[in-house]
């Protein structure tokens, strides 16, 4: 069993920065891919980035790669999310998830957080 806790979201202006962090409870945290997640008003969930157990590996969605940075300390059971140059469009409740390999597909998260807000005002 993983429980998640999100934090660090805000509001923030258009072309701005913020660091989201997750804690996992559990022994196990380091054998899980960690992934975010984000839902826009109105819309489905997406994929935003993931990690894999050990660190070395990350792929991230077309609409954040070279502005959003994923990593994670096994140490401190924690996942984060750098997201710099923030869009508009980037106005959503951020997801951190669990799951037993990386994927882009929601199905394959067993553990969610129950989210934190990012608004990004123009």
């Known amino acids: 069993q993983v429980q998640l806790v999100e934090s660090g979201g805000g509001l923030v202006l258009a072309g701005g920065s913020l660091r989201l962090s997750c804690a996992a409870s559990?022994?196990?945290?380091?054998?899980?891919?960690m992934a975010w997640f984000r839902q826009a008003p109105g819309k489905e969930r997406e994929f935003v980035a993931v990690?894999?157990?050990?660190?070395?590996?990350?792929r991230y969605s077309d609409s954040v790669k070279g502005r959003f940075t994923i990593s994670r300390d096994n140490a401190k059971n924690t996942v984060y999310l750098q997201a710099n140059s923030l869009k508009f469009e980037g106005t959503a409740v951020y997801y951190c998830a669990a799951g037993g390999s990386m994927s882009a597909d929601m199905k394959n998260y067993h553990y969610w957080g129950q989210g934190t807000q990012v608004t990004v005002s123009s």
């Open positions: 559990g022994r196990t945290f380091s054998s899980y891919a």
């Open positions: 990690v894999s157990s050990s660190g070395g590996i990350k």
